[in-house]
């Protein structure tokens, strides 16, 4: 065997080039196996799992395998009845718990995929409805919104909760890995033979095609997130009394549509735009027409004679727009409303904006500043917030020149410090899960996926999870006027829930801020929907823990007659 070995070792010095010829073969013999195997290889599937290739027989199964993973031509495309489900609605919210899972089963395919969705969507209201295949041209796009590109995991939900966390109207997919987002689908609608490329994330669920666009129409959960273009969408509101005083600038428009009226108040330096089924009204938000009180938007119902998806109002309900027109003249159109300044002497009392971490505090402050036009203080230093603009972070929290003191604090002596108190309450599966990305990734970066998987998250839980409750039974016990205000609420509720807060702290807060607040209300300090986990972090044993502790806080709210936890709090 030493000398085979060793006449073979003499044949390839005296040659190299034998040798690097003989090492390239192997490696592209190699090669080929491993790809015929990854093409024509099928996964394990169990005798009670429903998968329509099997009914061909093997050879069929072997032949759409591989035509599925190598995109031959236009791409794999199941012309049955369950690709038609997954690409008409696609997964928009997945089960909220395990046992949800557990009961629609751990199917696979196309075929289990939309029976699965078909199921949620019985359970579930549905928040996305497919309108069609539509052409796509790189010089003219369809939709003309942001856009992203994910040519490995791009899958429906992703898509559509990248642009409804954005305000968008319409999402759009292409290729099987671009996402498009519009309020305004600007392209023909084609056949749905065309839309014929797989999900590269999703496998049985379709994402467009070449120049193709496989197109859905969100259904937002907060109204007032809509946008379209670059205006914000207000909701429908009562004529007011005073027409010509409300709204001083009329026209009539006989092909109306949302861009004509906007652009039109736009032009003529309005930031108000309210549609009125013919007539488009420009004003300021004043107390004649407020903002405050919205009505059914089904009251406005009446679709524009120009677009076919939006409604422009009627002559009794006006559809109101924000437009980029400045409302303050003393802010700059990049940093609208942004103008804080110290409280111009020592305030005679120290109140909190207390909560427990990851319950919305930064967002919270950030309000407050804009609708205030006041800094807000901490009981800590936080470098970076003072970098990002809360330059009450540097003052000491007693000086008694900024509008209210965050802090995290739960214990009696330092609750007792404080004259009054906002105290804000998060879902606490939310704002475990808010600190831990805080902890681990900054104020609006995410955990890594480590992190939530090694010994880091158990032992969150374990520390924090009784903290969220403690935090807001000592506030209760031990604080002295205490209001109580639910994050839950304030993102649906914004004005309402802002106008409790600043109340107490005692300063009347100008219509045009208000407007201001809302068409900012985000900030810097919200973190993007891209990266929500795919799954459940919380074990069976956590989930038990937490829901006696949400238990243990309603009984304590309701017990000094205020209003308990929201009722999505539980059952998880």
Known sequence: MAKLWFKFQRYFRRKPVRFFTFLALYLTAGSLVFLHSGFVGQPAVSGNQANPAAAGGPAEGAELSFLGDMHLGRGFRDTGEASSIARRYGPWFKGKDGNERAKLGDYGGAWSRALKGRVVREKEEERAKYIGCYLDD??????????????????????????????????GLEFGAECYCGHKIQATNVSEAECDMECKGERGSVCGGANRLSVYRLQLAQESARRYGSAVFRGCFRRPDNLSLALPVTAAMLNMSVDKCVDFCTEKEYPLAALAGTACHCGFPTTRFPLHDREDEQLCAQKCS????????????????????????RCTPNNRCMDRRFLPGKSKQLIALASFPGAGNTWARHLIE?????????????????????????????????????????????????????????????????????????????????????????????????????????????????????????????????????????????????????????????????????????????????????????AALKGRNLTGVPDDYYPR
């Open 138 to 171: 790189t010089q003219s796009r369809a939709l003309r919104g942001v856009s992203f590109f994910d040519y490995k995991k791009m899958t429906i939900f992703r898509c559509q909760d990248n642009c409804a966390e954005r305000g968008y109207l319409y999402a």
């Open 306 to 329: 120009a677009e076919e998806f939006e409604s422009c109002g009627t002559p009794s309900y006006f559809i109101v727009y924000q437009t980029q027109v400045q409302v303050d003249p």
């Open 370 to 554: 804009l609708a205030t036009g006041f800094y807000t203080g901490s009981y800590y230093f936080d470098g970076s917030l003072y970098n990002k603009g809360f330059k009450g972070e540097r003052d000491h929290w007693r000086s008694g020149r900024t509008i209210c003191i965050k802090t995290h604090e739960s214990g009696q002596k330092e609750i007792e410090a404080f004259d009054a108190a906002i105290l804000l309450i998060r879902n606490p599966y939310k704002a475990l899960m808010a600190e831990f990305n805080r902890k681990y990734g900054g104020h609006i970066g995410f955990a890594a996926h480590a992190h939530w998987k090694g010994k880091e998250w158990p032992e969150f839980v374990r520390n924090y999870a009784p903290w969220w409750a403690t935090h807001t039974l000592d506030w209760l016990k031990f604080g002295k006027k205490v209001l109580v205000v639910h994050f839950e609420d304030l993102k649906q509720d914004l004005f309402v829930q802002l106008g409790r807060m600043v109340s107490l702290l005692g300063v009347a807060v100008r219509e045009d801020r208000l407007l201001c607040v809302e068409s900012q209300k985000d900030g810097n300090f919200k973190r993007s929907g891209l990266r929500k986990l795919e799954y459940d972090p919380y074990t069976a044993d956590m989930q038990k823990t937490i829901s006696a502790y949400i238990k243990m806080v309603d």
